[in-house]
């Protein structure tokens, strides 16, 4: 664990749980899909240690959808 708290490495994007969500639907994507090609991830999706998706919902849908297999993750426990 780094001294700011979490973990930052690259992870499958489909290993990423998405479990019970308030958001069921990302909604367009589209602006935000033209920003990851354009500059990239900016801010890494956050993770639990066994995988669960804390926050990032968006930039994960729009990473599935550009095809991407990974994706830069910080890895938050407690």
């Known amino acids: 664990m ?3 708290g979490f973990v930052e ?3 499958q ?3 990423i749980v998405v ?9 367009d994507l589209t602006k935000l899909t ?3 090609t ?3 991830l900016l801010q890494p999706v956050t993770i639990t240690p066994d995988g669960y998706l804390i926050c990032g919902y968006r930039r994960l849908a729009a990473a599935k959808e550009l095809g ?3 994706l830069r993750v910080w890895v938050r426990s407690g």
């Not at 479990?19 to 909604?27: A, F």
């Open 2 to 4: 780094s001294d700011k």
């Open 9 to 11: 490495l690259e992870r």
């Open 13 to 15: 994007i489909d290993s």
């Open 19 to 27: 479990g019970e969500r308030h958001r069921r639907h990302p909604g």
């Open 34 to 36: 033209e920003s990851l």
């Open 38 to 40: 354009r500059v990239g």
């Open 68 to 70: 991407w297999q990974t």
